[in-house]
């Protein structure tokens, strides 16, 4: 069975920390990674998805890498400020029809 | 944009009662899923669908069931509900090929009484 693990469980950092959340998985067998945020109490907002043909994907301060060969992937944020404070949940797809198995996501606070 | 919609941000149901979360889309995407989410548990997935009147089991389907008769429309069925089904309800869309990116919707927070 399909396991997502990711760590921390949760880091607070000051602004303008560079920081890193990792993601694992067991299942080498992936279509897609995706990284997600997710707002107390609202649905989640998908950042970044790799394909399994790439190694990395760019949006503005977010970075997201893929390692299919060790399972694992990495969600980097630069300069990180306090909007970015949310849980942050990566999710494996491992078929074209889109279905995901998530991980328990970090949950990261950014104080000013 | 996608706009993927939910009947209701909160809901409260006693228990017995047939409970009906409804999710509209508007992107004519073929698969739609029901998640829900639990702390501790993660986001596990409940249903999906991959074409109208087709349904597919997920990891968690006992007390629920599908129906799927209108691209745009998914709804997941509660036939009686029990206090464990207390939870939070994502619906999300993707449409097959492509880059498969998911979008969901706002949730629905169902409490069982």
């Known amino acids: 069975k399909q396991e997502v693990t990711q760590i921390p469980a949760a880091l607070s950092v000051p602004e303008g920390e560079n920081l890193v959340l990792n993601c694992s998985f067991t299942d080498s067998a992936i279509y897609n990674l995706q990284w997600f945020r997710q707002d107390p109490g609202k649905g989640l907002t998908s950042l970044l998805l790799i394909q399994s043909s790439q190694r990395e994907q760019t949006s503005g301060r977010l970075n997201a890498s893929l390692d299919k060969s060790s399972g694992r992937s990495t969600l980097y944020i630069a300069a990180s400020q306090p909007g970015d404070s949310a849980t942050y949940l990566c999710a494996h797809g491992g078929t074209s029809y889109g279905k995901l198995t998530f991980g328990q996501g970090t949950i990261l606070t950014v104080h000013p | 944009d996608v706009k993927v919609t939910q009947s209701s941000r909160y809901l409260v149901k006693r228990t017995g009662e047939k409970v009906f979360l409804e999710c509209v889309q508007d992107?004519?995407?073929?698969?739609m899923f029901w998640y829900r989410q639990d702390p501790g548990l993660g986001l596990r997935l409940i249903y999906f669908s991959y074409d109208v009147k087709m349904k597919e089991k997920g990891d968690i389907p006992e007390g629920y069931s599908v129906s799927r008769e209108k691209k745009e429309r998914f709804s997941l069925i509660l036939e009686s509900a029990s206090t464990n089904q207390t939870s939070m309800y994502l619906c999300a869309t993707v449409t097959s090929g492509g880059t498969n990116t998911q979008y969901f919707g706002p949730g629905t927070r169902l409490t069982v009484l």
């Open positions: 992107m004519d995407h073929e698969n």
